[in-house]
C-alpha cells in the first residue's frame, strides 16, 4: 500500500472517531441544560463538626503537621 493511502485511511478512521465524540459531547451537553441530570446518593461524608455557631473541619494528622509556606524557584 502506498503512504498516501495509508495517511488517508489513519486520517479517515480519526475524522470518524472525533465525530463520535462530538455527538457524545452534544448529547451531554443537553442533558445538563434540560436539569435531566440525575445525582445518586454519595455514602462519603466530610468530617465536618457541626455546631450551631460555627463550624470546623477535623483533618488527619498528616495533614496538620505540613509547613504554611512550601519554598520555591
Do not use: W, Y
Not at 2 to 31: E, F, N, R
Not at 38 to 59: D, E, F, N
Request: aromatic share 2%; glycine share 8%.
Amino acid at each position: 500500500m502506498k503512504q498516501t493511502t495509508m495517511i488517508a485511511i489513519v486520517l479517515g478512521i480519526l475524522l470518524v472517531i472525533s465525530a463520535v465524540q462530538a455527538i457524545q459531547l452534544t448529547k451531554i451537553k443537553s442533558s445538563f441544560e434540560g436539569n435531566s441530570l440525575t445525582t445518586g446518593s454519595s455514602s462519603i461524608r466530610p468530617s465536618v463538626a457541626s455546631s450551631p455557631g460555627k463550624k470546623t473541619a477535623s483533618l488527619p494528622s498528616s495533614v496538620k503537621d505540613l509547613p504554611q509556606m512550601v519554598g520555591g524557584c
